[in-house]
């Protein structure tokens, strides 16, 4: 005699269904054979109930029975934001701009101590949160204001979220300092020509990759991609050389206002950002003739500079 459910259980996900006999419900075989054992043992003859039970299915659905899975106790990842890779593009844009902005190349080291005499560069600013390279020389370790205050935000922002430190671990190059490292670094880009290194002109920085965890890198890509989606920075993450190269423009930091704005600033009783000079001094080149300029040794990239190596620099 042919045993009938009396409760149609649900269909498990993934489950093949095998029809029965009784064309009323699909239920899954092994289901069959373990709701019958369940309720009346192997070998119990039908009761008036069952048959009471089977005469009111063919009229109304019963409810099925749930079918607890197991909870899964691992934490899914959130999705990683994409990776801010460089282009050509890229990089002609952020030559454009410096030479829109009146940005010159700086050529040696001489030129070099004499844009940090005038205030033209001013030190990256190490602190807790943001940290140099040790193997950066020390007259390297100079970017603009623009970028330095640039540098300071993202260095608080981040330690606020991890409780860590970046590092930096490049800025201001020389066309002379460039040419040696392209010599061994394959991933630098040209000294001299329409497209060269944005670090010659000292709004570029490097942040290396390295020691960050999985939701550092990810943080960093979502905090500069709206800054480069509102045209204040550039940026390539570089994985050759494990570094966010960014070059920071002067709209980052509002400019200084003027006599006449700042006597109807002082007018006023708002509480709105304070704003700062990006320039204590006119951009110019070389000094005049008869102007001695102070010789420094000449910095040469060491071995950290060549691929591999501990320091990671961009292009």
């Known amino acids: 005699m042919r045993q009938a459910c009396g409760k149609t259980l649900a269909k498990r996900p993934g489950q093949r269904v095998q029809g029965h006999r009784s064309g009323r419900a ?6 069959l054979k373990t709701a019958d054992l369940a309720i009346r043992g192997p070998s119990t003859p039908p009761t008036d109930a069952d048959n009471a039970d089977n005469a009111s299915d063919a009229v109304e659905e019963r409810a099925p029975i749930a079918i607890t899975q197991p909870a899964s106790l691992s934490r899914k990842r959130g999705a990683m934001p994409t990776p801010l890779r460089g282009s ?4 002609e844009r952020q030559n454009e701009k410096a030479d829109d902005e009146g ?13 940090i005499a005038r205030k033209l560069l001013v030190p990256v600013p190490a602190s807790a949160a943001m940290t140099v390279n040790g193997n950066l020389p020390e007259n390297h370790r100079y970017c603009r204001p623009w970028t330095a205050r640039f540098l300071a935000d993202m260095a608080r922002a981040h330690a606020a979220q991890f409780h860590g430190s970046l590092e930096v671990s490049s800025a201001v190059r020389t066309v002379e300092y460039q040419k040696r490292l392209m010599a061994v ?15 010659l002109t000292g709004a570029t920085v490097d942040i290396a990759k390295s020691g960050l965890s999985r939701q550092e890198i990810g943080w960093m890509r979502s905090w500069l991609l709206q800054l480069q989606s509102a045209g204040k920075i550039d940026v390539e993450e570089e994985f050759q050389q494990a570094c966010f190269h960014i070059t920071v423009y002067k709209s980052y930091v509002p400019r200084k206002p003027t006599n006449s704005a700042a006597r109807v600033t002082a007018g006023q009783t708002g509480t709105g950002p304070a704003t700062v000079p990006v320039e204590t001094a006119p951009e110019v080149g070389q000094p005049g003739a008869g102007q001695k300029k102070a010789a420094l040794p000449k910095s040469r990239p060491g071995d950290a500079d060549a691929p591999g190596g501990a320091t990671a620099l961009g292009r």
């Open 88 to 91: 050509l593009d890229s990089l």
């Open 26 to 31: 699909r239920v899954p075989a092994a289901e």
């Open 185 to 199: 670094n394959g991933n630098a880009a040209a000294a001299e020509g329409d497209v060269v290194s944005p670090h």
């Open 103 to 115: 940005l010159e190349r700086i050529e040696d080291e001489d030129d070099l101590a004499d844009r």
